[in-house]
């Protein structure tokens, strides 16, 4: 549950950049991991905080590996 200080930033359409894309940029909000701006589409990272770039990573590298290997085995 988020606190009254972390839903206010989360409210702010300053730490939401990108249009549609719904990137969340927000130093001030403790969490990695926020409902997108509609949470019926789910959560996305907080940009602001360096722990979710590695997020990111983790989650892109098993797909670049997958298709680094496919090319490779033509």
Do not use: C
């Amino acid at each position: 549950m988020a606190t009254e200080a972390e839903e206010r930033e989360w409210r702010d359409p300053r730490n939401w950049r990108g249009g549609w894309l719904g990137i969340y940029v927000a130093p001030q909000d403790p969490r990695i991991w926020v409902p997108k701006r509609r949470p019926a589409f789910g959560w996305t990272l907080n940009f602001a905080h360096r722990t979710s770039w590695l997020w990111l990573g983790a989650l892109l590298l098993p797909a670049l590996v997958v298709a680094v290997v496919a090319i490779w085995m033509t």
